[in-house]
């Protein structure tokens, strides 16, 4: 609901305008399921501007840097141990991220 509330705030106040997609970059620790969040924004977004609009969603990998050797690495699952060294002091570069990165509109197609 964030998301459908984040675009509503971002679409031009002085004209109608209709949502044609939604792109959003979502960290691997964030456990969003692709599949479900876009069903989930079909059903929310009923009746509002963003109905039918493609959502395109980038996963930003889980990539830290270990403390210990500086070796900065993705990991493929949470388990938070430096494949270089073996260490568990690391640092999280990313993988958190939840954000809107683009809106499309076509302007005067709102309802």
Same mark, same amino acid.
């Given at each position: 609901?964030?998301?459908?509330?984040?675009?509503? &705030?971002?679409?031009? /106040? @002085?004209? #109608? =305008?209709?949502?044609?997609? $939604?792109?959003?970059?979502?960290?691997? !620790? *964030?456990?969003?399921?692709?599949?479900?969040?876009?069903?989930?924004? &079909?059903?929310?977004? /009923? @009746?509002? #501007? =963003?109905?039918?609009?493609? $959502?395109?969603?980038?996963?930003?990998? !889980? *990539?830290?840097?270990?403390?210990?050797?500086?070796?900065?690495?993705?990991?493929?699952?949470?388990?938070?141990?430096?494949?270089?060294?073996?260490?568990?002091?690391?640092?999280?570069?990313?993988?958190?991220?939840?954000?809107?990165?683009?809106?499309?509109?076509?302007?005067?197609?709102?309802?």
């Amino acid at each position: 609901m964030e998301v459908l509330k984040i675009v509503q &705030e971002h679409l031009p /106040k @002085d004209q #109608p =305008a209709k949502v044609t997609k $939604i792109s959003l970059k979502v960290g691997k !620790l *964030t456990a969003i399921v692709p599949d479900s969040f876009k069903f989930c924004m &079909e059903i929310i977004s /009923k @009746d509002t #501007p =963003a109905e039918d609009a493609q $959502i395109l969603i980038e996963e930003v990998p !889980l *990539t830290v840097e270990c403390q210990d050797c500086k070796t900065v690495s993705d990991l493929e699952e949470p388990v938070f141990i430096c494949p270089n060294c073996g260490g568990n002091n690391l640092a999280l570069i990313s993988g958190r991220e939840l954000f809107v990165e683009s809106i499309e509109v076509e302007e005067g197609k709102g309802d």
